[in-house]
């Protein structure tokens, strides 16, 4: 073989080589962003100076209406993207964590440019050194969090309004832990019904208040009220503090709580109701 053919072979085979390494970059690189697109977070990297970040994934475009070119270009981006009402702390956490250093955690809302959609995030920042130990840049990802802290806002207005209910039931109101049966709390209009302070129901059983004992005499009739899960009292009197004796009804449910069996015990003055019928019952036999 020629040296000239030697020649010709050898650059064949570089030729190949290169065309190989080039698509086999380009599908490694088409692999990377296709993962960065599909990922559900915002990953980027920002340096210590504040000055400059850039965004490997497109989420933020997603939120804010800004492309990750955009944040690049201008790091002012980032505050112009964030709720007014969260940008000055959110401005002050960020330049002390750059200032000390260190790893940081931030919840912020951010407010798309166009649509107005209002996002909440968190944003979780972690300082990389070179081989001398000096800080370089920080890695960060950020994670939208909103449908968890919508999740948070529904159940506290749920808690409020049930607390607003609680608190002006014109019914008595006992909750109990559904496994010990001690009470967890008592709403205003029992209190007053019965004439026992808060902190004579909080923290014992219902068998251990005097004032139960025809209802929840011990604690069968409590283990039959875990297995029912439903018991409906009536004709059975309450004695009050000072000594009076009520009618009442009394219904009790077992419920699921975050997770943990509750009892709710609706008690119900029926006295006028019952002297109702007492005298009905004489009127007629009259």
Same mark, same amino acid.
């Given at each position: 073989m020629?040296? #000239?053919e030697t020649?010709?072979?050898?650059?064949?085979?570089?030729?190949?080589?290169?065309?190989?390494a $080039?698509? #086999?970059?380009?599908?490694?690189?088409?692999?990377?962003? %296709?993962?960065?697109? %599909?990922?559900?977070?915002?990953? &980027?990297?920002?340096?210590? $100076?504040?000055?400059?970040? !850039?965004?490997? =994934?497109?989420?933020?475009?997603?939120?804010?209406?800004?492309?990750? $070119? /955009?944040?690049?270009?201008?790091?002012?981006?980032?505050?112009?993207?964030?709720?007014?009402?969260?940008?000055?702390?959110?401005?002050q956490d960020?330049?002390?964590?750059?200032?000390?250093?260190?790893? &940081?955690?931030?919840?912020?809302?951010?407010?798309?440019? /166009?649509t107005?959609?209002?996002?909440?995030?968190?944003?979780?920042?972690?300082?990389?050194? +070179? +081989?001398?130990?000096?800080?370089?840049?920080f +890695?960060?990802?950020?994670?939208?969090?909103?449908?968890?802290?919508?999740?948070?806002?529904?159940?506290?207005?749920?808690?409020?309004?049930y607390?607003?209910?609680?608190? =002006?039931?014109? /019914?008595?109101?006992?909750l109990?832990?559904a496994? !010990?049966?001690?009470?967890?709390?008592? %709403?205003?209009?029992l209190?007053?019904?019965?004439?026992?302070?808060?902190?004579?129901?909080?923290?014992?059983?219902?068998?251990?208040?005097?004032?139960?004992?025809?209802?929840? =005499? +011990?604690?069968?009739?409590?283990?039959?009220?875990?297995?029912?899960? &439903?018991?409906?009292?009536? /004709?059975?009197p309450?004695?009050?503090?000072?000594?009076?004796?009520?009618?009442?009804?009394?219904?009790?449910?077992? &419920?699921?709580?975050d997770? #943990?069996?509750?009892?709710?015990?609706?008690?119900? $003055?029926?006295?006028?109701?019952?002297?109702?019928?007492?005298?009905?019952?004489?009127?007629?036999?009259?």
């Amino acid at each position: 073989m020629s040296h #000239q053919e030697t020649l010709t072979k050898q650059n064949v085979r570089t030729v190949t080589w290169h065309k190989k390494a $080039d698509r #086999q970059i380009k599908q490694a690189k088409g692999r990377y962003e %296709n993962l960065m697109r %599909n990922i559900p977070d915002a990953i &980027y990297f920002a340096l210590p $100076d504040e000055t400059s970040a !850039t965004f490997i =994934s497109g989420r933020w475009k997603d939120w804010t209406g800004y492309s990750p $070119d /955009d944040f690049h270009e201008d790091f002012e981006i980032l505050p112009k993207s964030i709720h007014p009402e969260d940008k000055d702390k959110a401005i002050q956490d960020y330049a002390q964590a750059h200032k000390e250093k260190k790893e &940081y955690v931030f919840e912020y809302r951010v407010v798309h440019k /166009d649509t107005g959609e209002v996002r909440y995030l968190r944003d979780h920042g972690v300082p990389v050194k +070179n +081989n001398k130990g000096e800080i370089v840049r920080f +890695n960060g990802i950020i994670t939208d969090i909103t449908e968890r802290k919508r999740g948070e806002e529904v159940l506290c207005v749920s808690e409020v309004r049930y607390r607003r209910l609680f608190e =002006s039931a014109k /019914d008595g109101i006992l909750l109990l832990d559904a496994e !010990t049966g001690t009470i967890v709390d008592a %709403n205003p209009f029992l209190i007053k019904m019965l004439g026992f302070s808060h902190e004579d129901f909080l923290g014992k059983a219902i068998w251990e208040i005097g004032c139960f004992k025809d209802i929840a =005499s +011990n604690k069968d009739k409590f283990k039959e009220l875990q297995r029912q899960r &439903y018991i409906r009292y009536e /004709d059975l009197p309450l004695e009050t503090a000072d000594g009076r004796r009520i009618e009442v009804e009394f219904v009790s449910n077992v &419920y699921t709580v975050d997770h #943990q069996k509750v009892i709710q015990c609706n008690i119900r $003055d029926i006295t006028e109701r019952k002297q109702a019928e007492e005298n009905t019952r004489n009127g007629t036999l009259c």
